[in-house]
């Protein structure tokens, strides 16, 4: 197969990924090989690529790909997520466009738009991956809503409240004002703000000049004060605690109470305590029995109990207040003040501390064995560090809030069949529900006579049953799919979603499985740009990667983003990084004409390119275990740079110079052969990498049969280790590139040729390596050094290139001259520090020691520098 002049990605990856599809080669089935399993995190099913998604699911396909040529049964599933509240907020938006709000619906009506839309804009990103070369069996496409996997989500839900697990509860929840749901604690993220600190006075109960003053970032709070707390240790207010105290604007008396909880260093020492709306206050507020007055709606606004502030959002009723207290004479003052504030990870919305009825799941005793299973390793963590993330997150864990008011999602599966709070049974369906709510009641009931709960459950209530439910595990136990693909091997993941996911699944995989859900998990870094900021869409500073395919092609960017990023650590992105993997593309692309184009005949094998075979074998059998180490310890980028070095620098620098004929001059057969078959080694180690130029040249090294690609082909295995070949070659290069640096210094043309001779013995290298890359006339050896030569010694060997009328002798005794005036200059100063007896007394003998070795280095250049200047005449 010719190729053309130039590669042109777009109609390459058009063309192979097409024909792999139609050989079925991602299609998976249970059979007799070892499974090689990964499950792809689902990403939200109406997102589009971006650069985390371009970096975190070519090293998937790196490992499947790779797993497939190893002769593994490769199943890599992919699948989407429902997302509920980034999916939800999407629709109500394309709604408002429409002219339609969510409260005009029911339920039923919003639903129909929801999946709708999903119909339409979901699965974008599925496709996307295929332009990166993704090789997904797409026969196993999961979405987190199809109806079977819905089942085994409702199905867990039933068990772990038959356990004890789930229960119905009021407590403290992180509420967003602005997708009008509590989140969890992981989904809250907390940025530093400049905020103002109020300084406000509570007058005592009985006194017209005795005050209390608090502190408070947020007197728009000041309406739900059902306490002022301070420390028992506090002798400023010790006469204080059991009286009362005046609530501002309001009127109300409330009581002064102690606990040690309060810093008597902050603000005044008095903390004004809000029990319905922070944490710390609720739990106040349980130890001292206080009332919690909630002042907040759904969305943000001040409620009946905000008084002449009802119907008002929380932030500008912050501001009318300061302007009120101030007015009435409670504001003393105001203060800069930066404090931690939390922000909804899904809307970026300030979070609302609220009292909320919520399903909660009781995390202690599920968490233990997913605890205990990554601290002994059954579970890997790559790289390691994140072990003791886990570890803190999983010894301080707490009950999960699993409820979203939301419609969007699996709407929770308990029916009310009575007005009371507990007046609920929890059922698969509502047919079940009938039955225990006939029986709870002793009579009987129609279907209308439940109510199913309105909320649904957190997305991450189903995505940590992903490893499991891609298989039907839970709707169809021990089926033989199951039990084939599980345990998963591989996970490839981002670090922030450590807990949301990765913890949730290990532990649900104990759970209802016994075991672990994957043995490895592979943390990759965050993409960032060129000045370390994260990319993003509201900074502008990232680009559309099917852009970035376009341009550089698919296996250029997938370079791009693998050659610079190691397990675990930031990702800094630059578009040039892909413009570096389009050019090694290039380079190998050019590397095949350029074989491609010589004339082969039949005739004996010169010695210089027997040597040349022999080394490149010796190169690929030291490499591959490389490679294969690397791969085991999950380094993917620096199995990649070995795999580019071994292609660029040894097969293209020096292997294919080494046996490139002349011009218009043939090459031997056998030659020739060998070069195809380490062409075709070499396409084997980077297809995992560069799937598609690999497949093109694959087939344009030989004419192939049905079914032989490179795809499928086997992973390249070693000989064994001739390390003294190596050695002997590189002494030869290093030989090469001495005479290379003379021609470059002096500007001497590589057509030239010249004569190098050496004193001593130079061991076993090879002359015929040398004649050829170095283009010399003769190559000797000599009893003495020869006046008139340039001198560079390889490995104490000293070799010497006549200068005869090339050089200027008296340039190169200048040049000689101020090298030598530079290092009388560097001796002295080694001199003088080892004089100073101060230095030798109290420097550590390491140090002593490396600058006696710079000494005597330094003697042995000027000696060698007076000699060539002797020999210069």
């Known amino acids: 197969m010719e190729l053309p002049k130039t590669f042109n990605p777009e109609p390459i990856e058009a063309k192979w990924y097409q024909h792999w599809m139609d050989q079925q080669y991602f299609r998976s089935v249970p059979d007799h090989r070892e499974p090689y399993t990964v499950v792809i995190p689902p990403p939200n099913v109406t997102g589009v690529l971006h650069m985390g998604h371009m970096l975190n699911n070519t090293l998937q396909d790196v490992l499947v790909r790779r797993a497939r040529m190893l002769g593994k049964n490769a199943c890599w599933v992919p699948g989407t997520d429902h997302a509920s509240i980034a999916t939800e907020a999407k629709v109500v938006q394309k709604l408002k466009l429409e002219g339609i709000n969510k409260s005009d619906l029911t339920r039923e009506q919003f639903l129909e738009h929801a999946f709708a839309w999903k119909e339409k804009h979901g699965g974008i990103i599925l496709e996307q991956l295929k332009k990166l070369g993704a090789s997904c069996d797409w026969d196993r496409t999961h979405f987190t809503m199809d109806a079977e996997y819905s089942n085994s989500v409702i199905q867990v839900f039933v068990d772990l409240f038959e356990k004890g697990k789930i229960y119905r509860g009021v407590r403290m929840v992180n509420w967003d004002p602005e997708a009008l749901t509590a989140v969890s604690d992981e989904e809250v993220m907390y940025k530093e703000v400049n905020s103002r600190l109020y300084f406000v006075r509570y007058k005592l109960e009985g006194s017209e000049d005795d005050w209390l003053t608090v502190a408070t970032t947020r007197p728009e709070t000041i309406f739900g004060d059902t306490a002022i707390c301070v420390n028992p240790e506090d002798l400023r207010y010790a006469n204080l605690v059991g009286k009362r105290v005046q609530v501002p604007i309001s009127g109300r008396f409330i009581p002064v109470i102690a606990d040690t909880y309060v810093d008597p260093t902050f603000g005044t020492g008095c903390l004004k305590v809000t029990p319905a709306h922070d944490i710390n206050d609720y739990a106040l507020g349980k130890t001292h029995n206080l009332e919690s007055i909630d002042l907040f709606n759904d969305n943000g606004t001040l409620n009946q109990n905000g008084l002449h502030y009802q119907g008002i959002d929380r932030f500008e009723v912050r501001k009318r207040m300061a302007t009120e207290l101030k007015d009435k004479g409670y504001l003393v003052k105001t203060e800069d003040h930066l404090n931690k504030v939390g922000f909804s990870e899904r809307t970026n919305a300030v979070i609302e501390p609220k009292l909320s009825l919520q399903w909660f799941l009781s995390m202690e005793e599920l968490s233990k064995p997913a605890l205990d299973n990554v601290m002994n390793d059954n579970v890997k963590f790559y790289p390691e560090k994140f072990k003791n993330t886990y570890r803190h997150w999983m010894e301080n864990i707490k009950d999960w809030c699993i409820s979203r008011q939301l419609w969007w999602g699996h709407q929770i599966p308990a ?30 009931l129609g ?9 649904v459950l957190d997305t991450w209530f189903s995505s940590w049953l992903w490893p499991i439910s891609v298989f039907n595990g839970l709707t169809q136990p021990n089926n033989p799919e199951i039990a084939y693909y599980y345990p998963t091997n591989d996970l490839v993941t981002a670090p922030e979603i450590m807990f949301f996911w990765v913890a949730r699944m290990i532990i649900a995989g104990y759970e209802y499985l016994g075991d672990l859900p994957f043995r490895n998990v592979y943390f990759t870094g965050i993409v960032r740009d060129k ?3 994260k990319m993003s869409k509201s900074l502008g500073n990232s680009p559309d990667p099917i852009d970035l395919i376009q341009q550089f092609g698919a296996d250029g960017v997938r370079m791009g983003v693998l050659i610079s990023s190691p397990a675990g650590n930031d990702l800094p992105f630059d578009t040039s990084q892909c413009e570096q ?21 039949d005739f004996d094998q010169p010695e210089h390119a027997k040597v040349a075979v022999e080394w490149f074998q010796a190169k690929l059998d030291s490499t591959i275990p490389i490679l294969n180490s690397l791969f085991d310890k999950f380094r993917i980028s620096e199995a990649l740079m070995e795999s580019y070095k071994l292609v660029w620098d040894d097969f293209c620098s020096w292997y294919l110079e080494m046996i490139k004929p002349g011009f218009e001059q043939p090459v031997d057969q056998k030659t020739k052969e060998s070069t195809i078959q380490f062409f075709e080694c070499l396409m084997k180690m980077l297809h995992p990498f560069m799937p598609f130029v690999t497949e093109e040249i694959w087939h344009a090294l030989r004419n192939r049969t049905q079914g032989e690609d490179v795809v499928v082909s086997s992973w390249p295995t ?4 001739n390390a003294d070949l190596l050695d002997r070659m ?7 590139t001495g005479v290379r640096n003379f021609r470059k210094e002096q500007s001497v043309a590589n057509k030239v040729k010249l004569s190098l001779n050496y004193v001593g013995d130079h061991g076993s290298i090879f002359p015929s390596v040398i004649l050829k890359m170095a283009n010399l006339v003769t190559f000797s050896s000599a009893d003495t050094p020869p006046t008139g030569a340039h001198c560079f010694m390889v490995q104490g060997v000293e070799y010497f290139i006549p200068f005869g009328e090339m050089v200027d002798v008296e340039a190169e005794k200048e040049k000689i001259n101020a090298e030598l005036v530079y290092l009388d200059g560097f001796l002295k100063s080694i001199h003088s520090k080892l004089q100073n ?6 420097a550590p003998k390491p140090v002593i020691d490396n600058e006696l070795k710079k000494e005597a280095d330094t003697l042995q250049k000027i000696a060698l520098l007076k000699d060539r200047l002797a020999r210069l005449g």
């Open 718 to 721: 070693a000989n064994g280790l």
């Open 730 to 736: 590189q002494v030869s290069f290093d030989v090469i």
């Open 415 to 444: 029916w009310y069949y009575g007005p009371g709070t507990n007046d609920y049974v929890v059922a698969k369906n509502a047919e079940e529900a009938l039955k225990m709510a006939e029986q709870i009641l002793g009579k009987t």
């Open 447 to 455: 279907i209308h006579d439940l109510r199913q709960d309105q909320d």
């Open 581 to 601: 993997g389009r050019n090694f593309a290039n380079k190998i692309w050019n590397a095949y004409r350029l074989i491609a184009g010589w004339e082969v005949r």
């Open 531 to 533: 000045l370390g900021r």
């Open 837 to 842: 007896e101060r230095f030798v007394g109290s």
